[in-house]
């Protein structure tokens, strides 16, 4: 996903003069060619991530759109209040692009992780929260992201589904259950785990890469009593949204994602996945036990 | 409204006076009203007609707290209606103890949580120089205390690495900040060692503090520590 983000955002800077792209050091190298290129508009500031959120809500004052990218913990959690007041409180936007959310970089340890980014973007008002859920998501989600100016956090993961889904930002079926059959969300990259966890079972699965602002009406059309939702960052971020929307019916439902606890184990992205019963198999368990 | 090319000091202590409502104090005991002052009177190419004109000079108020001088100004100059300063932070007031860009025409930037403006303001430049508006300066006012906050040494630092020469900040000290910018050139050496100019004026001499702000050098960032009172 790292690899079309570099591929799209090059096109734009070379496409579209409004564009321009804030960086703390990280892919810089990657954006070395377009640097050379727009060198104006490929702003490195070095490890300042303060500095990477108020040079963007600069450059979006003077009427340029920009894209400002690091790692999740770094762009999201480092540089909160700079999100919250120079974008949200100046009433200006900008496309914020992430990698490493949640376990990605294991390796790297606690420092290097955010599961709980998407759950920050819930405090502020009006973000577009996206997921992709393959690489070739990314283009459209990005270059669609550039046209206006309102708030976007785009959040790239290296865990990817086999296929692209997702035309547009409403929940799709890729799995129909017999009328009133639960139902079953899985955002980003946690579709193609949910889609082995369920194999045999009468559900209902719809996927989403645009979990912000949530598709309340396809989830109020597809949603029977039992609702469970996979999400790849922090169990439960979506559950306020969800029962909201579902306030009108009697329902149940079961939010699966990151925990809470901090782990303390480095390695990899799937024993993180396993941990925290988001492989196939736990989400087999949890779905398995919710629905009994 | 005031007209405002005859506004005089007696007329800005006014409508202060109006703003805040103390009688007892005058001008002086505001720390930013000199400077503020010079800026919209002598040198801001910005009018309430080109309040919105990309190549306007923009003023950025980092330090948003105590804006009363601020808004006085503003009213001096016309960007806002004298009847504003009446209801000072009131329920149906579009100005507050801090000010808010969306509410209060002219105004560059929400702030009041310290350490946000410096980083707008290259942010600002930034954007100006990629479009080829290259005639505004950008101008940002922080507080010797705000500087206690790393934002704004992030901004320092790679303002003065990139030598972004469209950007002024303006240091208004009163000797607030609890541990002090002690050693061999105070608080302009934290710039100059950056790369920066730097000119420290009587933050009360209107000459002095054009003099100051017109002393930029090409090729870095300016910046001009105004010193006044200190801080009671």
Same mark, same amino acid.
């Given at each position: 996903m790292r690899d079309s983000f570099v591929a799209t955002t090059t096109a734009l800077l070379a496409d579209d003069p409004r564009t321009a792209l804030v960086l703390a050091d990280i892919s810089a190298s990657a954006f070395e060619s377009a640097a050379r290129r727009h060198p104006d508009r490929v702003l490195n500031v070095g490890i300042r991530e303060q500095l990477m959120i108020g040079v963007g809500g600069g450059l979006a004052l003077t009427g340029m759109r920009p894209i400002v990218h690091s790692y999740a913990t770094f762009v999201v959690d480092r540089a909160y209040e700079q999100i919250k007041l120079d974008l949200g409180h100046q009433g200006v936007g900008a496309v914020l692009v992430s990698v490493g959310a949640s376990y990605d970089g294991s390796t790297a340890g606690r420092t290097h992780m955010s599961p709980g980014d998407v759950a920050l973007f819930d405090t502020l008002d009006g973000w577009t929260v996206q997921v992709p859920g393959h690489p070739d998501e990314v283009p459209g989600l990005l270059r669609a992201a550039v046209q206006h100016d309102d708030p976007v956090y785009l959040r790239l993961s290296s865990q990817s589904n086999r296929a692209a889904y997702g035309g547009d930002t409403r929940l799709q079926v890729l799995q129909r259950g017999t009328p009133g059959a639960p139902l079953v969300v899985a955002v980003g990259p946690m579709l193609d785990p949910t889609l082995m966890a369920v194999a045999g079972l009468d559900v209902t699965v719809a996927y989403t890469h645009t979990p912000r602002p949530f598709d309340v009406d396809g989830l109020r059309t597809l949603a029977g009593s039992e609702v469970i939702v996979v999400e790849p960052y922090l169990a439960g971020t979506s559950s306020a949204i969800v029962s909201r929307a579902l306030s009108h019916v009697p329902h149940r439902l079961l939010s699966l994602g990151v925990g809470q606890a901090e782990v303390r184990r480095y390695g990899s992205p799937e024993d993180h996945a396993r941990w925290h019963g988001l492989d196939a198999e736990g989400l087999r368990r949890s779905i398995s036990a919710f629905l009994g | 409204m005031t007209a405002p090319t005859t506004t005089s000091a007696v007329a800005l202590d006014e409508l202060l006076r109006r703003l805040t409502g103390d009688e007892k104090h005058s001008?002086?005991?505001?720390? $930013?009203?000199?400077?503020?002052?010079? @800026?919209?009177?002598?040198? !801001?190419?910005? $009018?309430?007609? $080109? #309040?919105?004109?990309?190549?306007?000079?923009?003023?950025? /108020?980092?330090?948003?707290?105590?804006? =009363?001088?601020?808004? =006085?100004? @503003?009213?001096?100059?016309?960007?806002?209606?004298?009847?504003? !300063?009446?209801?000072?932070? %009131?329920?149906?007031?579009? !100005? &507050?103890?801090?000010?808010?860009? /969306? @509410?209060?025409? &002219?105004?560059?930037?929400?702030? %009041?949580? @310290?350490?946000?403006? /410096?980083? !707008? &303001?290259? %942010? $600002? #430049?930034? %954007? /100006?120089?990629?479009?080829g508006i290259l005639t505004p300066r950008v101008y940002v006012l922080l507080g010797d205390a705000e500087l206690d906050e790393g934002s704004n040494h992030e901004a320092i630092a790679y303002a003065g690495a990139i030598g972004l020469s469209t950007l002024t900040a303006i240091v208004i000290d009163n000797r607030s900040a609890t541990h002090g910018w002690p050693g061999p050139g105070g608080i302009a050496s934290r710039f100059t060692v950056n790369g920066w100019s730097s000119v420290t004026v009587d933050g009360r001499d209107h000459d002095a503090i054009h003099d100051g702000l017109t002393a930029n050098q090409p090729g870095r960032p300016h910046v001009v520590v105004a010193v006044v009172e200190e801080k009671e």
């Open positions: - | 001008a002086s005991a505001h720390s $930013t009203l000199d400077v503020i002052w010079v @800026l919209y009177d002598r040198l !801001l190419r910005v $009018t309430p007609d $080109t #309040a919105d004109a990309p190549d306007r000079d923009r003023f950025l /108020l980092s330090k948003g707290h105590g804006p =009363a001088a601020y808004y =006085a100004v @503003l009213a001096a100059k016309g960007f806002v209606p004298d009847d504003w !300063l009446d209801d000072l932070a %009131g329920p149906e007031s579009r !100005l &507050g103890h801090h000010p808010d860009r /969306l @509410l209060v025409p &002219g105004v560059e930037i929400g702030s %009041g949580s @310290l350490g946000h403006g /410096l980083g !707008l &303001g290259v %942010g $600002t #430049a930034l %954007g /100006l120089r990629a479009q």
